[in-house]
């Protein structure tokens, strides 16, 4: 039951921070690689994560999963930025964004899977 609790609440962080909080400034620094404002956009998600994993289980492995959070969800929106098509009337946009959510998911999958093992 706890995974899935968890699991809800990666989800509701995700919606909250990458489509209610997400500045448009943020949105045009994520495809700068090393630009402060991109980079404090995926600071956000890391320290989102951090907490809900201290709620669970305060110790060091919700410091660790705050920290690759951060850094994964900062390469995985770079990464669409940078190659994935930015015209939202053209279906490869809707393909990339699906992509993009989806490997924000697996990533949250991995949390959640290395939380229960260790």
Same mark, same amino acid.
């Given at each position: =039951? ?5 699991? *809800?609440?990666l989800?509701?962080?995700h /919606?909250y921070?990458d489509?209610?909080?997400? &500045?448009?400034a !943020?949105?045009?620094?994520?495809g ?7 980079? /404090?956009h &995926?600071?956000?998600? #890391?320290?989102?994560t951090y907490?809900?994993? *201290?709620?669970? !289980?305060?110790?060091?492995i919700? *410091? ?8 994964l969800h900062?390469?995985?929106? /770079?990464?669409?930025? +940078?190659?994935? +098509?930015q015209?939202?009337? +053209?279906?490869k946009? /809707?393909?990339?964004? #699906?992509?993009?959510? =989806? ?6 999958? #991995?949390?959640? &899977?290395y939380f229960?093992?260790?």
């Amino acid at each position: =039951m706890i995974v899935l609790l968890i699991l *809800l609440c990666l989800q509701i962080k995700h /919606w909250y921070v990458d489509f209610v909080n997400q &500045s448009d400034a !943020e949105v045009i620094a994520k495809g700068i690689y090393g630009d402060i404002v991109g980079v /404090w956009h &995926s600071t956000k998600h #890391g320290i989102f994560t951090y907490l809900i994993f *201290l709620l669970i !289980e305060p110790n060091l492995i919700a *410091l660790f999963v705050g920290v690759v959070d951060i850094i994964l969800h900062y390469h995985i929106d /770079w990464i669409k930025r +940078n190659y994935g +098509n930015q015209d939202i009337q +053209n279906k490869k946009f /809707w393909a990339h964004l #699906g992509l993009d959510q =989806m490997a924000h998911q697996i990533c949250y999958l #991995g949390y959640i &899977s290395y939380f229960v093992v260790v």
